[in-house]
């Protein structure tokens, strides 16, 4: 059957037909998004009423068109006659009651802000829902890549049990810098800041918070499973070093901080850390603020999404587009059924890369190897480059695949040992 392509045209006499926008955050993204707005005027049916800031005198810019009211009052836009309140402000507090009361008030909302939806998105889509008004939330995840439309609408037709990617710019930009020029990781942050990358607090992103809450988003859009984002295990980023990529490239292999959840039965394997990628992987392709997602399908097998994932412009086309869709949609249903409750685990059987920073003696290795043997881990190779001081000596063993829990437990027994200058760092190495 052929499938039909909807051309939505504006009318010659489009100001009849507007759609009364106001933004809420003048940042990266809210100022790219009027920046957008102001550049596509008269091609799109979206009249910009009110930017809403914090102090907002210092944020006013000569761009926007003087029709547009700069308010520090955020009532003002609750008694306007914008119909979209777009939230830019990001984290929970005070977006969550301002989403909420503009709900409460008949606007649509649309949003960038994944920790709102992945804490109160149920909610907020119930409320939504309810009151017949839209919720976009596509900026939510991977920047300008459309995944949530994807998963939600051009995949649909699958029964999805896995999502799996790079979801944060910030993180994947620091780890490419490192890897590709020797940029310490302080510096590498820094441009990721000056880029309009990185979230207001970067511990977010290089903690792993940032994509948990994504992952969080996506297991609900894609896999209909309701988890919570303090059930996802988390873990940073800033514990790689520029050795660790020397080993990684001697194994085949970049490193990455890699999302993923999967079901299995009941349960949902959901982590957020950095890993060992194979290059012959897509996702070892990914370089800078890119984002790059896999989906994998029952019935339609892997699908592959990439793109800039972080950053003001990409970011503003999503919420633009989630306009868009408010302006050609009547609102639906955002879930074809509630998602169901999943028990969370980050117990994944996977291949791993630890690295040992020890003060060099005889019988280290067989120390070693005994409480992992004790633990039932095998290990698969060890790696050590030649000149580096006896002091102070990283070498790195890869195990074969063992349960993740058997083998913290095992590092934990193992970090007890005497001669370690550092505390083990333990990578996943994906399949
Ligand atoms: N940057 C990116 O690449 C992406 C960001 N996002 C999300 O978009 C949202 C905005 O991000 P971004 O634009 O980067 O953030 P910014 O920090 O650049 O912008 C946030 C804006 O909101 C204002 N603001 C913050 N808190 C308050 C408050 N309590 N009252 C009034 N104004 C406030 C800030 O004012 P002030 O200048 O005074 O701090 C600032 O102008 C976040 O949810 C983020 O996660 C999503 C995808 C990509
Ligand atoms: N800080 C985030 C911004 C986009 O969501 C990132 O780096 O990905």
Same mark, same amino acid.
């Not at 609408?153 to 037709?157: C, E, F, I, K, Q």
């Not at 007890?416 to 550092?422: C, I, P, R, V």
């Given at each position: 059957m052929a499938s039909t392509l909807k051309v939505t045209r504006l009318p010659e006499n489009a100001s009849a037909k507007v759609c009364k926008v106001a933004l809420v955050g003048f940042g990266t993204v809210g100022s790219s998004v009027a920046r957008l707005l102001a550049s596509r005027n008269g091609e799109l049916p979206f009249q910009l009423t009110h930017v809403y800031n914090r102090d907002v005198a210092r944020k006013k810019v000569d761009w926007v068109s003087s029709d547009v009211q700069w308010t520090d009052t955020f009532d003002d836009l609750i008694k306007s006659d914008a119909e979209v309140i777009v939230e830019?402000?990001?984290?929970? #507090?005070?977006a969550y009651q301002w989403v909420k009361s503009a709900l409460l008030a008949g606007k649509a909302i649309v949003t960038a802000n994944k920790q709102l939806i992945a804490h109160h998105g149920s909610e907020l889509f119930a409320l939504a829902r309810e009151r017949d008004l839209h919720l976009g939330f596509g900026a939510c995840v991977a920047g300008g890549v459309p995944v949530i439309a994807a998963l939600q #609408?051009?995949?649909?037709?699958d029964r999805l049990h896995k999502v799996r990617g790079i979801l944060n710019g910030t993180c994947n930009y620091i780890l490419t810098r490192i890897e590709q020029s020797g940029a310490s990781f302080a510096d590498a942050l820094v441009e990721a800041q000056k880029a309009g990358?990185?979230?207001?607090?970067p511990t977010d992103d290089i903690e792993g918070y940032d994509a948990r809450a994504k992952l969080v988003i996506l297991s609900r859009v894609g896999l209909n499973a309701d988890v919570r984002a303090d059930e996802v295990q988390c873990r940073a980023?800033?514990?790689?070093?520029?050795i660790d990529f020397d080993y990684a490239h001697q194994l085949g292999c970049t490193i990455r901080q890699i999302s993923r959840a999967e079901k299995h039965g009941n349960k949902l394997y959901a982590s957020v850390e950095p890993a060992l990628v194979p290059q012959t992987e897509p996702l070892a392709r990914v370089a800078g603020s890119q984002n790059l997602l896999v989906s994998t399908g029952e019935f339609g097998g892997e699908t592959v999404f990439a793109g800039f994932?972080?950053?003001?412009n990409p970011t503003a086309v999503a919420v633009v587009s989630d306009l868009l869709h408010i302006a050609r949609h009547k609102p639906r249903e955002y879930d074809a059924a509630d998602p169901a409750r999943f028990a969370v685990s980050n117990d994944f059987e996977t291949p791993h890369y630890v690295r040992f920073v020890i003060q060099d003696k005889p019988g280290i290795i067989a120390a070693i190897a005994n409480v992992l043997s004790k633990n039932g881990i095998n290990i698969d190779s060890v790696l050590q480059k030649p000149g580096c001081p006896k002091t102070e000596l990283p070498f790195v063993m890869t195990l074969e695949t063992c349960s993740a829990a058997k083998l913290d437990n095992a590092l934990a027994e193992i970090a007890?040992?005497?001669?370690?200058?550092?505390a083990p760092f333990c990578m996943p190495i994906l399949k």
């Open positions: 830019l402000v990001g984290g929970l #507090d005070p #609408d051009g995949l649909a037709g990358l990185a979230e207001a607090d980023i800033s514990g790689v070093q520029q994932g972080a950053g003001g007890k040992l005497d001669f370690h200058k550092q």
